[in-house]
């Protein structure tokens, strides 16, 4: 083929390289010289022309962390005479990482001894962090799907305790029935605020507010709720949600929330060693009377304190009932630092 008749050629590969914003070099092994198109430069963070092209001067780009993984490839390649494919990382000026998949072929003299190397260098790193990305939904779709599985699990086990609890100590049929609807409710309620963000924890002024209005209850004269902001895990707020219920509805039904002169001062703090208390105080003009065993008190008195390894007081005082709780603020929490430091206040 004649001089003018390659120039086209030429030409052609350049522009397609170009387009292709391909990355090229040749790499001569014994004298150790390296031509490097414009884009080979500009892929590695150099202007055209900065530097002379050089193993040295390629290698100095490569993050550290992959370059003795990408040397090491390339030797593999020379010494099995098979092609060089490698993907690793260009870590450019201004710490900007940048992703690169890399082939390239070695060529031997008669002897077997290895001459010249030439390859090619593309820019992946849209692709790879697409892939990553991807990667990462995959792996938070498997966790939340785990995490739903279980959360049905556990809040049928809970459904199932309740209606065994409340059929023991009904008096009735409408006893019954309205004392399940309402545990039930309680239950889909603390559902329906966690599956919005099951990683973000259950805000629990929000929950005990939420209980509340269920009983079409607000804060005011005859109502306060105060405390810090706190997140709480989620199988803390499912029982939490449930203890609120409890307490909300035999408030209602007999004690200060069902009277006219009756008021509920609901407050938690926590102090500077992490020690979490919740404070319910009923105010009301009759002492109510004790109950009898059954699922609320067995929440209070048994369930709480077991689960959330903290300790709880029921009392039936001449005012109305008192309740506490109280513990480490840690076991109640989303278990991540920055939420951790919300619960400290």
């Known amino acids: 083929m004649t001089e003018a008749a390659e120039d086209p050629e030429r030409e052609r590969l350049r522009l397609a390289l170009e387009v292709g914003r391909l990355a090229t070099w040749d790499w001569e092994l014994d004298s150790g010289h390296?031509?490097?198109?414009?884009?080979?430069?500009?892929?590695?963070?150099?202007?055209?022309?900065?530097?002379?092209?050089?193993?040295?001067?390629?290698?100095?780009?490569?993050?550290?962390?992959?370059?003795?993984?990408?040397?090491?490839?390339?030797?593999?390649?020379?010494?099995?005479?098979?092609?060089?494919?490698?993907?690793?990382?260009?870590?450019?000026?201004?710490?900007?990482?940048?992703?690169?998949?890399?082939?390239?072929?070695?060529?031997?003299?008669?002897?077997?001894?290895?001459?010249?190397?030439?390859?090619?260098?593309?820019?992946v790193t849209e692709a790879r962090l697409a892939q990553e990305a991807l990667a990462d939904r995959e792996r938070r779709l498997r966790a939340l799907v785990a995490e739903l599985r279980d959360r049905v699990r556990n809040t049928l086990a809970r459904i199932r305790a309740i209606v065994r609890s409340t059929a023991g100590a009904a008096g009735s049929v409408e006893d019954l029935t309205a004392r399940l609807i309402g545990r039930v409710e309680a239950v889909s309620r603390i559902q329906s605020a966690v599956t919005r963000d099951p990683s973000a924890g259950v805000d629990l002024a929000g929950l005990i507010r939420d209980e509340l209005l269920a009983h079409a209850l607000r804060d005011g004269p005859v109502m306060t709720v105060r405390g810090p902001d706190l997140l709480l895990a989620v199988p803390v707020a499912e029982m939490m949600s449930l203890a609120v219920h409890e307490l909300t509805a035999n408030a209602v039904a007999h004690g200060a929330l069902g009277k006219d002169d009756g008021r509920l001062d609901l407050g938690w703090d926590i102090d500077g060693d992490g020690h979490f208390h919740l404070r319910w105080r009923e105010y009301g003009s009759v002492a109510p009377p004790a109950p009898s065993e059954g699922f609320g008190l067995d929440l209070l008195l048994r369930t709480l304190p077991r689960d959330l390894g903290m300790t709880t007081r029921l009392a039936f005082e001449p005012h109305g009932i008192s309740f506490d709780l109280e513990g480490p603020a840690a076991r109640l929490t989303m278990p991540t630092d920055t939420q951790a430091a919300t619960a400290r206040g």
């Open 34 to 123: 390296v031509v490097w198109n414009d884009e080979h430069y500009r892929m590695q963070g150099y202007a055209v022309g900065e530097v002379a092209p050089s193993f040295a001067a390629w290698a100095a780009r490569v993050h550290p962390d992959d370059l003795d993984a990408v040397v090491a490839a390339i030797e593999a390649a020379r010494d099995s005479r098979t092609d060089y494919r490698r993907t690793f990382r260009n870590l450019l000026p201004g710490d900007v990482v940048r992703w690169a998949s890399a082939r390239g072929r070695f060529f031997y003299a008669a002897d077997g001894k290895p001459l010249r190397m030439i390859g090619v260098m593309e820019d």
